[in-house]
DNA sequence: TTATGCTATGTAAGCGCTTACATCAAACTA
DNA sequence: TAGTTTGATGTAAGCGCTTACATAGCATAA
């Protein structure tokens, strides 16, 4: 199967039907510069009466932009993406920009050659740890668009990033546990070092401690990884040690479903012989039995406003260095209320 | 902020640096055509030194093709579409194809001009009822490769596509509900007309009702839309009638959830005074409360099918027409068992 | 009238690659 | 030995657009 040759339109031929120069279609097309209406209405019926797209590799090579943006993610593994990618392409499509995505296979073992690049698009939303710091510092170095997605710019380089207030919201929902519920002994099930949310809000949960005096306890602290697995295997073997934690806060809901499986398993009763809580609010949260206490993320606006940067600074536009978007303590029942 | 001019190396430049010509720069990236060793190692030297990257636009102008798959969906709105990118970006991106996403906008209101087409990629996987048929049919003709992914092709045209069992799987699911569990009076919570998925899962069902003799009853017949919302409403309006199904198949699981929101504020008890099972077996299924009886469909690796299809159409290989695959039927508390 | 500024349009030079074709040396064949 | 094949490389012509620059027509100013 092969496209026939003879039959491709170019905007030569557009140009010859409308009896005008391919510089005025060209014009027409991009709005550009100015034409008459006259020439214009002949341009648009020749467009239509030969169906004509014009290529996007030629105007890409001709214009040195591709009109393109691109998505780089780690790993597709999460619910968290639905409602990212939404808003992604969603406000790509409304810039009129088209929108590439790759993944630079997960494990945090992204190497050259990166899929997306200066090359292909004229600018990356950069999703979490999906390229390496050197990487990232190489393609603002150039000059090249780029936006930082749940993670924040390297120190000095000013890159813009749109994250949502991880710290805030850890801390609260900590304070919460302290003070309403009058928990002291809180384990954290904390996400993957590289990933920056979960720094964010590991030191949110630091502070709510300090902030009440509670001594920070490192036998208290465990690896969940945004994982629902993981946190499985880390819970399970943890509770062989008959901890006395009274809550888990996880790092993210994939892990607290992953832990809550092990509690289950190990006979304990949600809330009542221990608590736990999440954070994201992903739609199963609110199924999961206890339905589970966790801070509300606003992952479908932060992709949009991400996405909106982008453009702004592709144009040549100032942008704001760092948006935080706040969160929401979402009360359920596995916190024991 | 401008990507600096001056500093953006191209062919030209590596193939002085590596004492070569163009052409065979050229060949060497693209494995194409009799290259010595020695020359090799020159031009992947020089790339190296100068981290040289080709310009996507210059190739797809030059050698008329993108290198670029598109996957076009009408809307980014369910569980659903994870593992399906998943499975997709997975796929393209070790044939070494870029993946561009676009929506058609919902609400089954695509129109022209259409995001993803023969003028940006160098072929696409048509999702569902995303495009409308004369379009998918237009480039078909014009013998451009197109994958379907959960659609069939138009009578005649003969486009591959590649969706899962969804008449069997239904077949089998309301066959188990009638010997296994004895129930006679089955209602269907049915999907959109335009989304083919569904109208094969209502085949399924009226088969398995005839094979028992069972009379088909419009009565029982309502509108979930594979979609969460619509399914509450509908299920909410029709419980005012009191009506007497003993179990409701709803074509896809958001509309299973939506339902059993509506069974339990009606306060019925499931699976005691009404039964309900779902379709797809996304992940929330097994955490509902009964968990959701329900029919597995392998959503990646249809969508894994479906890109490796879309290669061997793009490089002229033959591929199967329709690919079919198998689904298992989940059987957990929401049926009454 | 002639000069001056605008608007509308055309001409043509690339953008950075791929690839058909030409070329030439080395390795065969008879 | 001369003719033929084969492998390795270079030359240069586009691919289908955009856009700097040139030009022409017309209104306005001097």
Redesign the interface.
Known sequence: ????DS?RITIVEVAEYAGVSTATVSRVINKSGQVSTEAATKVYAAIDALNY?????????AS?R?N?IGLLVD?????F??PM??GI??TA?ASGM??????TGGMNKASP?Y??????TDGLIVFADSLPQEELIRLHK????LVLLHRSSPPNFNIPCVTVENKEGARRMVNYLIKERGYRRIALLEGPDSHEDAQWRKLGYQEALAAHAIPFDPNLIFRGGFNERQAYTTVSHWLEQKPNAEVIFAADDDSA?GAMMALKEAGLRIPEDIAIVGFDDI??AA???PPLTTVRAPIEQAARIAVEQLVK?IH?ETVELITLLPTELVIRRSCGC
Chains 1, 2 share one sequence.
Do not use: H, W
Request: hydrophobic share 40%; glycine share 6%.
């Open positions: 199967m092969q496209l026939d039959s797209k014009p290529n996007a590799a030629a105007r890409g090579l040195r591709t393109a790993e597709i593994n999460s619910e993406f639905q990618l939404r392409e969603v499509r088209s929108l590439l995505i790759s993944s050659p899929p997306l690049g200066e090359n292909n150039i000059g090249f668009p479903i739609r199963l199924y999961l039995d600074v040549s």
